[in-house]
């Protein structure tokens, strides 16, 4: 018997890249709302013995930085569509099933969040290697903890669809 919550799997992982969007969605919104003209209209609603500073100078020295923000959003739906899938693969083990080292795609995202996690390693050498695309040609930004990667949207969007399309395979291959 197909045990029910295989039929939620690939449910899961098109929640995990819905709830990204929708976040990512409200930080744009934020950062459109961050202007120079919004700036300045609220800075009105001070006391008048507060000093204004430009606002160039305002939004770099203690604006939040929106696409360091959106940077660790996506970092950490990454991580946890692979931790998403862990728990899955984990619950379900079936024993004919796929095992994560089948799939490219699957083992690209494990050494991706594990680059993530865990900064320059062996999932970071190996990743750097097999995946170099992720890896800035410039990397004087980079320090010995703290790795910037290049990645995106597409790229979640590319790991969602893997892990929806196996569960589904498994689905069909069980005759559903």
């Not at 079936?94 to 062996?122: M, P, V, W």
């Amino acid at each position: 018997m197909t045990p029910w919550y295989l039929f939620e799997f690939p449910n899961d992982a098109e929640r995990v890249r819905k709830l990204y969007k929708k976040a990512s969605e409200a930080i744009e919104q934020e950062d459109n709302f961050i202007s120079e003209e919004n700036y300045y209209a609220e800075s009105e609603k001070l006391p008048k013995s507060v000093s204004l500073m430009p606002y160039e100078i305002a939004i770099e020295d203690f604006g939040i930085n929106y696409n360091a923000f959106k940077y660790n959003l996506l970092s950490m739906t990454i991580i946890q569509l692979y931790s998403l899938w862990d728990q899955q693969r984990e619950k379900y083990n079936g024993d004919t099933f796929i095992h994560k080292d089948n799939s490219e795609k699957l083992e690209e995202l494990r050494l991706l969040q594990n680059a993530l996690k865990h900064g320059k390693g062996t999932s970071e050498k190996k990743l750097r290697k097999l995946y170099p695309k992720y890896f800035c040609k410039n990397e004087i930004n980079e320090s010995i903890i703290y790795l910037q990667l290049n990645f995106d949207e597409s790229d979640l969007d590319d790991f969602t669809d893997e892990i929806i399309s196996i569960w589904k395979n498994e689905l069909k291959r069980l005759g559903y």
